[in-house]
């Protein structure tokens, strides 16, 4: 069972590329997440899915989209990267169910990007 | 809205020494709170989880952690620390969409 599975681990982009950040799980989780961890600082919600086909905005949306077309995948994109973006993106998944609330978030093992 | 503090960002603790990490919490009704810790270039792993009930619960690896209301605190602690324990430790309540809200963290070092 690989759980939450992020591509790429590292990645250098220049100022103005844009890329797309992999994030996949197999548990079937309905919950998915995106934050960004700066250091030695803790962990900013960035987007967030509850489902297919739905996301919402975190605390730090702005320079970021994410598309959620199927309960396994949550692609977070930077069109226009900037230095600010520099970061380490962690993304996570979670179930709800109607018999079944507040269940702790599984995660990934996180993307270092550099935008130089 | 749910607020988070970790006051202590570093602790040393020798190895075989007790631990107690601090977190205090914001939150008008009672929080589902949960500690995470995470190792160099690791994501965040699952020590232990509060949702009701006993307010001492046990996790993994040797740690607990006590809910405390009249002090809005859920401290985790540790009576023998071992060398693989250093590491960054998060405190999170959970939030409406089952969001975490994050603490700074603190970093744990052990020394020999």
């Known amino acids: 069972n690989a759980g939450v599975t992020q591509t790429p681990k590292f990645r250098i982009l220049k100022i103005g590329q844009s890329m797309t950040l992999q994030c996949t799980q197999d548990?079937?989780?309905?919950?998915m997440y995106w934050y960004r961890q700066d250091p030695g600082m803790g962990l900013k919600l960035i987007y967030y899915?509850?489902?297919?086909?739905?996301?919402d905005k975190g605390e730090v949306p702005n320079g970021y989209n994410v598309s959620r077309s199927t309960t396994e995948d949550f692609p977070l994109r930077l069109e226009l990267a900037a230095p600010s973006q520099t970061s380490v993106y962690f993304c996570a998944s979670s179930y709800l169910g109607a018999r079944v609330s507040n269940q702790p978030q599984h995660f990934g093992d996180g993307t270092r990007l550099s935008i130089l | 809205a749910q607020s988070v503090t970790q006051p202590d960002i570093h602790i040393t603790v020798s190895e075989g020494a007790s631990l107690e990490l601090r977190c205090n919490y914001s939150y008008g009704a009672t929080p589902y709170l949960f500690w995470y810790v995470q190792s160099p270039g690791q994501g965040l792993q699952l020590l232990l989880k509060?949702?009701?009930?006993?307010?001492l619960v046990q996790g993994i690896k040797g740690f607990e952690a006590e809910f405390k209301r009249s002090q809005s605190s859920f401290n985790l602690r540790k009576p023998s620390v071992h060398w693989s324990d250093a590491a960054e430790y998060f405190c999170?309540?959970?939030?409406?969409?089952?969001?975490?809200?994050f603490g700074t963290g603190t970093r744990l070092l052990v020394s020999p």
């Open positions: 899915s509850v489902g297919a086909g739905i996301t």
């Open positions: 509060y949702f009701s009930g006993d307010t």
């Open positions: 548990m079937n989780h309905n919950y």
């Open positions: 999170a309540p959970i939030t409406g969409f089952q969001k975490l809200v």
